[in-house]
């Protein structure tokens, strides 16, 4: 019953590698990506494949090779970089899904498909977005957002491959950085406030998203995909948010903690156009009845968390804030 984890150096991968490790043993999840630097890294804690998902042979010889019945398939392009290279962004956000979702019914495998705010747009309601709502998003990671929530949802119909997924918010983490996302700036003003107590921020005041800390995005995963089936309606997709705020009340908040902090603005009109068409604040209502969500960090858990572990990491004794 082994787990396999694609785009494992990732933003999420690498920290969801180490908590089903310690749930299910070392030997039982598999770490695999594209990126071979990193994989020297993760090749020394455990099982470690160098994989395109792209590239239905060698998805098939590993999950094969380690009788992987469970997958949590995390390789994608972030929605940035997506606005940059469209057409890398399909190929890996949606050929390589779709190789995921057919090996799985070829092997019997459970899959995991993280979505994200990213599969709303501009005429979706912003505030209170419901579980089930329009959704015609104007990027192309929403567009290959929106087709993923879909193909799942029709491989579990069709076929009874056991999908499901979180549409996760922004996620804020302390790991490893986030790959070439709109939502990136609420990981950077951390590291930019420890080492100078200043950040730039290319997202403009007043530009409300949902959020979430990365304990809070790892035990949701791992909670929905032990969950019953038969509780489970909207199985693909789930809204989850633990939090909204703008550059300023971030900024506000990592202030009651660095009091000389300060942050200004130089506008990314690329980020701020995909940022503007995302929803402020999600209802995740469907996700708390259904099978529990109930996040522990909110902004302030997660400001002040964020800071010590960054502190304690980049700041040499001496010169820490409290000292
Ligand atoms: P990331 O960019 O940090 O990591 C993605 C990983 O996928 C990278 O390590 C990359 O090397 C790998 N990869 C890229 N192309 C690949 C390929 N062809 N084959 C194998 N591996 C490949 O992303 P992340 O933040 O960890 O996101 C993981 C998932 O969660 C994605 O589906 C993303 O859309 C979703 N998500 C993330 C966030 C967030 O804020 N981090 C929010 C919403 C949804
Ligand atoms: N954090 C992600 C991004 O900005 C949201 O899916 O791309």
């Known amino acids: 019953m082994n787990i396999l984890v694609t785009g494992a150096a990732g933003q999420i991968g690498s920290e969801l590698i180490g908590e089903l490790r310690r749930r299910y043993g070392t030997e039982a999840v598999i770490a695999s990506d594209i990126n071979a630097e990193a994989g020297k890294e993760l090749q ?23 009788h992987i019945k469970t997958i949590y398939h995390l390789a994608a392009i972030l929605s940035a970089t997506a606005e940059a290279k469209p057409q890398l962004a399909w190929n890996v956000n949606i050929n390589g899904l779709y190789i995921i979702l057919e090996l799985a019914r070829e092997y019997g495998c459970s899959v995991f498909t993280p979505s994200s705010i990213g599969a709303f747009g501009p005429t979706t309601p912003k505030i209170n ?33 056991d999908t499901r997924g ?12 986030p790959g070439g996302g709109t939502t990136d700036y609420a990981v950077d003003i951390f590291y930019e ?13 007043g530009t409300y998203l949902d959020m979430m800390y990365m304990p809070d995005a790892i035990e949701g995963a791992i909670q929905l995909m032990e969950t019953e089936g038969e509780k489970l309606k909207h199985r693909n997709a789930f809204n989850v948010t633990a939090m909204s705020f703008d550059p300023e009340e971030i900024a506000s908040e990592i202030k009651k903690h660095i009091p000389e902090f300060q942050i200004i603005y130089e506008v990314d009109p690329v980020r701020q156009a995909i940022a503007d068409s995302w929803p402020q604040h999600m209802d995740d209502s469907a996700a708390r009845q259904e099978w529990g969500w109930n996040p522990r960090y909110d902004l302030a858990g997660m400001t002040e968390d964020m800071i010590q572990t960054l502190q304690d990491r980049l700041v040499p004794a001496g010169e820490k804030i409290n000292d």
Do not use: H
Not at 45 to 53: H, I, K, R, T, W
Not at 144 to 158: A, F, I, M, P, W
Not at 193 to 205: D, G, Q, S, V
């Open 129 to 161: 977005t419901p579980q089930d709502t329009v959704q015609r998003p104007t990027s192309m990671y929403g567009v290959t957002k929106v087709t993923g929530e879909l193909l799942c949802d029709y491989y579990y119909q069709k076929f009874g491959v």
């Open 193 to 205: 406030a420890i080492r100078n107590r200043k950040y730039t921020c290319f997202l403009k005041k």
């Open 44 to 66: 020394k804690s455990g099982p470690f494949e160098l994989a395109d998902c792209t590239n239905y042979d060698k998805m098939k010889e590993v999950i094969r090779t380690y």
């Open 166 to 177: 979180l549409r996760y918010p922004g996620i804020i983490s302390n790991v490893t950085l």
